[in-house]
Nanobody, 125 residues
């Protein structure tokens, strides 16, 4: 059974920063692409960012987070990160980490095989 566990969510003021972490039990971790999605109340789940397998040479970002969020991975720690800066009220959502066997940076949730339970990020005024 694959485990995907997010951490690092919380309450932050607008303009602030947070770093989300995602640990996945897939092995070897480096062989899998990793993605982040989010879902705000009353809205559909939406793509945030993704990083490719191996060295993470390729990344992908939603237009709404480009220039503010950075995805990275540490294969030695079996962990991927989402660094979020200049947070806005509209970034408030549950953030989900996902694993794709395909290894790419797809923005479609159906391309991801394993999902975490999510971590809440709340941005206040």
């Amino acid at each position: 059974q694959v485990h995907v566990v997010e951490s690092g969510g919380g309450l932050v003021q607008a303009g602030g920063s947070l770093r989300l972490s995602c640990a996945a039990s897939v092995r070897p971790f480096s062989a899998y692409g990793m993605g982040w999605f989010r879902q705000a109340p009353g809205k559909e789940r939406e793509f945030v960012s993704a990083i490719s397998r191996w060295s993470g040479r390729f990344t992908n970002y939603a237009d709404s987070v480009k220039g503010r969020f950075t995805i990275s991975r540490d294969n030695d720690r079996n962990t991927t990160y989402l660094h979020m800066n200049s947070l806005k009220l509209e970034d408030t959502a549950v953030y989900y980490c996902a694993v794709t066997v395909g290894g790419g940076v797809d923005d479609r949730p159906e391309q991801y095989n394993y999902w975490g339970q999510g971590t809440q990020v709340t941005v206040s005024a």
